[in-house]
């Protein structure tokens, strides 16, 4: 399996243009996390998905923020419009929750810079 | 509320030494606990995990893990640092009957020569 895929890599961005991040997590697994890393606040849970349904979106900072998951292989998570303060490292992880004793698997990243 | 404790930011070992780092959950049940590490630029990688039964784990690269339930601790060790250890290394736990991963604040070890 080729892990959590996550794109685009890096993505700099102009203040107020909308930013859509993507992310395909592992084939199987029915659970899905997106998390921002900054240096101030460290490892924040934004959203997270069972079965393409949002659980608990108590982490989204604010309205600017929205994430879906229209089906079992893909998610998105978007910012609009995008602030300076928004620039951050946007993890998404997946896990086989109905699978027993297993853990969340974690995608490359995506860097984003709000200029 | 479930949360997860790091309690050292910053951790300086001279290569050969040996490591702990330390992490404490707040949950009333057993929850399940995971260690991470992530080098410079890159995603988390598990190190080891624990759900029940053995409370000493062993992981990958060397690493252990004890979990204690007395002190609400799963503290990571390692006997002998190599150079290539130095990373940021993050405590993790869901709740056992839940799905909210929730990580404690990181804690970056240098290694010195």
């Known amino acids: 399996d080729a892990g959590v895929i996550q794109s685009p890599r890096h993505e700099v961005t102009e203040m107020g243009q909308e930013v859509t991040l993507r992310c395909k997590p592992i084939?199987?697994?029915?659970?899905l996390f997106w998390y921002r890393q900054t240096m101030m606040r460290g490892l924040e849970l934004l959203i997270y998905?069972?079965?393409?349904?949002?659980?608990?979106d108590s982490g989204m900072p604010e309205d600017r923020f929205s994430a879906k998951m229209p089906n079992a292989s893909f998610s998105t998570l978007k910012i609009q419009p995008s602030e300076p303060r928004d620039s951050a490292v946007y993890f998404c992880?997946?896990?086989?929750?109905?699978?027993?004793?297993?853990?969340?698997?974690f995608g490359q990243g995506t860097r984003l810079t709000v200029v | 509320a479930q949360s997860v404790t790091q309690p050292d930011i910053h951790i300086t070992v001279s290569e050969g030494a040996s490591l702990e780092l330390r992490c404490n959950y707040s949950?009333?049940?057993?929850?399940?606990l995971f260690w991470y590490v992530q080098s410079p630029g890159q995603g988390l990688q598990l190190l080891l995990k624990?759900?029940?039964?053995?409370?000493l784990v062993q992981g990958i690269k060397g690493f252990e893990a004890e979990f204690k339930r007395s002190q609400s601790s799963f503290n990571l060790r390692k006997p002998s640092v190599h150079w290539s250890d130095a990373a940021e290394y993050f405590c993790?736990?869901?709740?056992?009957?839940?799905?909210?991963?929730?990580f404690g604040g990181g804690t970056r070890v240098l290694v010195k020569p």
């Open positions: 084939s199987g697994h029915n659970s």
């Open positions: 993790a736990s869901f709740k056992a009957a839940g799905n909210k991963l929730t």
């Open positions: 992880a997946s896990r086989n929750q109905q699978g027993k004793n297993t853990e969340a698997f």
């Open positions: 998905f069972n079965n393409n349904v949002p659980i608990d």
């Open positions: 949950y009333g049940a057993t929850p399940y």
């Open positions: 624990y759900f029940s039964g053995d409370t």
